[in-house]
């Protein structure tokens, strides 16, 4: 298949030329080739490269930044959304697109499904889900995708901001009561790849397996790096100062993308040992 990728050097959008590269010819798009808000700009980036499927990895994911940029945020993950689709609708193509956690309001004790009811807590969260409804509403041959706590080998992540403020601190305050799933890109991706490859649609979950706090998160980031000298200290959310909310709790389930394609996802451990050792941690 041809897949054009938009977002292609973002940390998803980098994992995904280099996964599905591999068995399928790449071509991808990032902010600097053309501008999603523009729907003149989304049809004449698709029609130039012919795909058979687009990936959308574009986003506006600053979370803090979209309470102050809300025009901004929604033009960008929703409006822009919108834009592809209509394309992909015109002209028959596949879409990807991917969301986020963030679109649950975080007060479930179990994992969200698929099927569980959205109320976004911030603009973030708002944007996204409003990008869901346009996508559903507009493109029928679709597979959205919500993932969680993204971290991988390009672009600003959680697990390279705890590494480099642990070289110049030997003490971290760490959030201990939001709990979610890491997610490797590298896995995201080749998930991705399973999905198209299988000719799947509709709505899935996808993140590495098993949950943790962000302080779990930290602590083993430091184990595995050998930094047994910092200290890891866990804190209550209210003890930081966020310009937006966070959900406490948005564990995905991911069992109808197990169900649907014999496959899992691996253990967060697993998937961030191999990351660390990618980067020589």
Not at 76 to 91: E, F, K, L, P
Not at 207 to 227: D, Q
Not at 248 to 269: D, G, H, I, N, P
């Amino acid at each position: 298949m041809k897949i054009l990728v938009l977002g292609c050097r973002g940390m998803l959008g980098t994992a995904l030329m280099e996964r599905l590269s591999r068995s399928h010819e790449l071509c991808g798009r990032d902010v600097d080739d053309f501008d999603i808000v523009s729907p003149v700009d989304c049809r004449d980036v698709i029609e130039e490269t012919e795909p058979d499927v687009v990936v959308n990895a574009a986003a506006y994911t600053d979370v803090d930044g979209c309470e102050t940029h809300q025009d901004e945020c929604f033009a960008v993950n929703a409006a822009g959304v919108r834009n592809v689709a209509t394309v992909c609708r015109d002209r028959g193509i596949k879409m990807v697109h991917f969301s986020t956690d963030y679109v649950f309001d975080g007060t479930s004790e179990t994992p969200y499904a698929e099927t569980d009811v959205c109320n976004p807590i911030n603009t973030y969260g708002k944007s996204k889900y409003e990008g869901e409804r346009y996508l559903r509403e507009t493109c029928h041959d679709y597979i959205l995708i919500r993932t969680a706590w993204l971290y991988g080998k390009k672009g600003k992540n959680f697990v390279t901001a705890v590494l480099e403020k642990a070289k110049s601190e030997q003490t971290l305050d760490v959030v201990n009561d939001q709990y979610g799933s890491p997610t490797y890109t590298v896995d995201l991706a080749g998930a991705v790849g399973v999905l198209v490859e299988g000719d799947h649609r509709g709505i899935f979950h996808l993140t590495n397996r098993g949950r943790c706090s962000w302080y779990e998160f930290a602590c083993k980031i430091m184990e595995y790096a050998h930094m047994d000298d910092v200290e890891i200290n866990p804190i209550e959310s209210d003890r930081l100062t966020r310009v937006a909310l966070r959900p406490r709790y948005s564990v995905l389930r991911c069992r109808k993308f197990a169900e649907a394609t014999q496959k899992t996802m691996r253990f967060w451990q697993i998937a961030l040992t191999d990351y660390m050792n990618r980067i020589n941690c």
